[in-house]
């Protein structure tokens, strides 16, 4: 296919004259960023302030944030809530605390909210029971409205999900996760982004996903635009502790391929043009890989193409059943002696979720991760919307449409495809700023996207075309 002749519509062809960037920090026109019309597709480097960011996240706060979590004896949602030292609300007032000492130094851009809400009974909650998100803000400059959430949940439990008094110290499920949260949040308060970042710690994920829900929904009530959600659920160790090999250096990132909230017509849509490897949530897992799997983070990024584990589900959930874009982080292999248990010694094994099994380091390149991601969205352009691949004729070309966005650094657009059976994106070719393309390619062989880039070459998640005239 890379020797096959590509070529570009008459409103896109002008615009190929103006360069685009090889990679973020470059100048437009400079002689680095020219493209040739069709180019194979090359990760997104990291730019100045990233590489900055990834810097300030410090192993040493994340784990006095884990060890003080455990502290608090037990989370459990059900637990006390009124009680100084012990039980979900002292560590609900803490967490709460030093989000708001970490928004102290955003100059107002950070804010941060007790997100409360009484829970009716259901199987997991004997009682109407209050739970409460904490949700810090950190308001984009640019383009505000357009949102990404990050989330890790500081409820625990153990080997009884309704015993709400016994020690449930969470430190791998999921202190590890919120640590992670936290310090994103402290590095970030200090920057301006162009969109939205959300920085959550929500509750009660182990009754039923509680927090997360409430959160999602009040999202959705208020029409927020969240173009992509993480959960970071799990993530305090390489090493399973089982006398198998470490992998200090992986990450799973757990991607949906068939929407959770797609409706009959868009099933329909989707069986017709093979899109079921197309999605919103796996166009993010694969953003994840283009920003995050490098030298600066030093993670690999093992992407499993599914929702989540068998018999789990995570905060992540909540967001797919909204249809907005969302993913899961967790360790690439965990030890089931080691979460949700008693914490106890039988037969000379240790059970329980203690902070002795987590790796703060390794806690701390997982953040490094998010924060790769999280930087690299906020700061690209918005995913084009309203792609559209035309089949209103039989042709051996490709013809795509798209909205054209408004950001304010938007530089163009980048035509990208693969081979259906390629799990990523392979090539793509440079349009500008245009919102059509046409490309000697045919559409029964490929798949397509479209993907923005502003003028220091960071690149949006691409968006896949539905047919359409």
Not at 50 to 59: G, S
Not at 297 to 322: A, C, E, N, P, Q
Not at 367 to 377: H, I, Y
Request: overall charge negative; aromatic content about 8%.
């Amino acid at each position: 296919m890379a020797d096959r002749r590509a070529f570009l519509s008459a409103s896109a062809a002008a615009a190929v004259a103006a360069p685009f960037l090889g990679h973020p920090g470059q100048a437009l026109g400079s002689p680095e960023a020219t493209a040739s019309p069709r180019t194979r597709i090359r990760p997104q480097a990291p730019d100045r302030e990233l590489k900055e960011v990834l810097r300030e996240i410090d192993p040493r706060r994340i784990e006095r944030t884990v060890r003080r979590l455990a502290d608090f004896g037990t989370r459990h949602t059900l637990s006390a809530q009124d009680d100084p030292v012990r039980g979900i609300g002292a560590a609900r007032d803490w967490i709460f605390e030093q989000m708001q000492r970490y928004a102290a130094a955003s100059a107002g851009r950070m804010t941060v909210e007790l997100q409360s809400f009484i829970q009716p009974v259901s199987p997991r909650v004997p009682a109407p029971t209050r739970i409460t998100n904490i949700v810090a803000t950190l308001r984009g400059a640019a383009d505000p409205d357009r949102v990404y959430v990050v989330t890790g949940h500081y409820d625990s439990r153990v080997t009884d999900v309704m015993n709400a008094t016994a020690d449930a110290p969470g430190a791998d499920d999921d202190a590890s996760g919120v640590a992670a949260v936290m310090e994103l949040a402290r590095v970030f308060a200090t920057r301006d982004t162009e969109a939205t970042i959300v920085f959550a710690a929500v509750a009660a994920e182990e009754q039923g996903l509680y927090g997360s829900d409430h959160l999602a929904q009040a999202y959705k009530d208020a029409g927020a635009d969240i173009q992509g959600m993480f959960s970071n659920d799990i993530v305090g160790t390489g090493d399973a502790h089982d006398g198998t090999p470490p992998e200090h250096r992986t990450v799973r990132l757990f991607v949906e391929g068939v929407p959770t909230a797609e409706t009959p017509a868009e099933a329909t849509t989707r069986q017709s043009v093979g899109g079921e490897n197309d999605g919103a949530s796996r166009q993010l897992g694969r953003f994840v890989r283009d920003v995050a799997e490098n030298a600066e983070t030093g993670m690999k990024i093992r992407v499993v193409w599914r929702r989540d584990r068998y018999l789990r589900g995570s905060d992540h959930v909540s967001f797919l059943r909204r249809g907005y874009p969302a993913a899961r982080f967790t360790e690439p292999r965990e030890n089931f002696r080691l979460q949700h248990q008693d914490v106890r010694v039988e037969d000379g094994v240790q059970y329980g979720d203690l902070p002795r099994f987590c790796d703060f380091f390794y806690i701390a390149r997982v953040a490094r991760v998010n924060a790769a991601v999280l930087w690299s969205l906020a700061q690209a352009p918005s995913t084009p919307r309203d792609v559209i691949i035309d089949t209103t004729q039989l042709t051996n070309a490709t013809t795509l449409r798209w909205r054209a966005g408004t950001d304010t650094d938007l530089a163009g657009y980048e035509v990208v495809w693969r081979e259906t059976t390629e799990p990523d994106w392979t090539h793509g070719t440079l349009v500008g700023a245009v919102s059509s393309a046409t490309i000697d390619i045919s559409k029964d062989n490929v798949q397509f996207g479209v993907r923005a880039i502003d003028r220091t070459g960071h690149r949006s998640p691409v968006a896949a075309p539905r047919p359409g005239s």
